[in-house]
Each structure stands twice: as C-alpha cells, then as structure tokens.
C-alpha cells in the first residue's frame, strides 16, 4: 500500500530555533515530492516541488532535502517566526496509469514568542 | 486574482439532506479536485476532474457527486448526508494533472467545513 507517513506529529519550539520535519514514504513509482504549508482554516500552499534527481530545495527559510534511496525527505525550517507556526504536509506523486498524489497526515509546527 | 474560490465556507446539515458545494477558478486550469480533510489523516480524494468534460473517481468516491460545469467549474454533490460525510472539504486546480510526468502547481481553495447531525 502507498504511505506517506510524517513525523513528529507535533512540535513546539521557541521563536528564532530551526526545526527538522520528516516524511518517509514507500509510494512507488516515484515521481516528485511536495512540501505544502497549511495555515489553520485555511487550504495548503506549496513551499516546494522536488523530482527523483533532486535532493535540495530552499524556498526562502525553508530546505527540503529528498533521497530517493531511502524514500525519505525533510524540511528544515531556519530561524522560526511565528508565522511558521502551522501544519507542514509532505506529498508523493507516483508515475502510474492511475492517479496517485498521497498526502501525508502533517506536522503540526507551533512557534512560540 | 481570487485563485480557488469555493461557496459556503460552512454548512450544517441534518442526515439525509442534500446539498452542493461548489468551487471556481479563476486560473484557466485544466485539472480540479475535491479533497477532504479528517482529524489524523492527510487529504484524501474524493473525485478529480483531469480536464474540462472528464470526471474520475478518487480514493473516497462513495457518497459523493460531481460535475464540471465548464473549465472554471467543478462542484460537489452530497445527494443524502451521512454523519461521517462531516469533514473539511478543499477544492484544487492544476494547470495539468498533479500525478502526470509533467510538473505542475497545485491551488487549493479555503475549504468549506461541513458538518452533519
């Protein structure tokens, strides 16, 4: 079965710390990866897109790292504002006949003052 | 530039009634989505439509309409709401389809929080 799973589930840090979000999957075959930022009540903006022969994008503060090796990435958020303070979701697309975009369930990131 | 725009941001519903959710955009993409959102679990497709005419299935079809109006339209239809139809339910667009080889950008509209008693 396709996953995505993403940890930690939930994570609290002091404003001005980085912090490092993971997602492991096993959705094969790859296509690309997605970082979505998703604010409370609101629908999920993508901070980055990342193909098999990518293995870093940076998108303002935010790095993703992927290797496709091991099926994980991370997102590394650096120098955390408040405003980052919202669920992070990873999202893996397969190459397929059919359509595959799994989301994975979210890290919930709260930036404390 | 409104992007995704989807109508109601909420709605209660009594089990049994019916009703449409609708979403536009504004972007002249050619694929949409609907998506909802549980408590614990990531976004799951409901049905997706890969271009203006055509409409597919997605993980959670059960329940659940949908038609495309036109290139800008895609909504939602719940014919007889069911408790665990309570949810939050986004709509997207892409320029093409999210799964396909090429690479492409998704939108999501601001969701509409539905809930069934």
């Known amino acids: 079965k396709n996953q995505v799973e993403q940890s930690p589930q939930s994570l609290i840090i002091l404003e001005g710390k980085n912090c490092t979000l993971q997602c492991n999957y096993t959705v094969s075959p790859f296509s690309n990866l997605r970082w979505y930022k998703q604010d409370t009540g609101r629908g999920p903006v993508s901070l980055t897109i990342?193909?098999?022969?990518?293995n870093t994008k940076s998108n303002g503060r935010y790095t993703a790292t992927l290797d496709a090796d091991t099926k994980q990435s991370s997102l590394h958020i650096t120098a955390s504002q408040l405003s980052d303070s919202a669920s992070y979701i990873c999202?893996?697309?397969?190459?397929?006949?059919?359509?595959?975009?799994?989301f994975g369930t979210g890290t919930r990131l709260k930036v404390l003052a | 530039n409104a992007g995704v725009t989807q109508t109601p941001k909420f709605q209660v519903l009594k089990t049994g009634q019916s009703m449409t959710l609708q979403c536009a955009q504004d972007?002249?993409?050619?694929?949409m989505y609907w998506y909802r959102q549980d408590p614990g679990m990531g976004l799951r497709l409901i049905y997706y439509s890969a271009s203006e005419g055509t409409t597919d299935k997605g993980e959670v079809p059960n329940g659940y309409n949908v038609s495309r109006l036109n290139k800008r339209e895609f909504s939602l239809r719940l014919e007889s709401a069911a408790p665990s139809q309570t949810s939050v339910y986004f709509c997207?667009?892409?320029?093409?389809?999210?799964?396909?080889?090429?690479?492409?950008?998704?939108?999501f509209g601001q969701g509409t929080r539905l809930t069934v008693v």
């Open positions: 990342m193909t098999f022969s990518e």
């Open positions: 999202v893996v697309s397969a190459v397929s006949g059919t359509y595959k975009y799994i």
């Open positions: 972007m002249n993409h050619n694929s």
């Open positions: 997207a667009s892409s320029e093409v389809l999210l799964a396909g080889p090429e690479f492409t950008e998704a939108f």
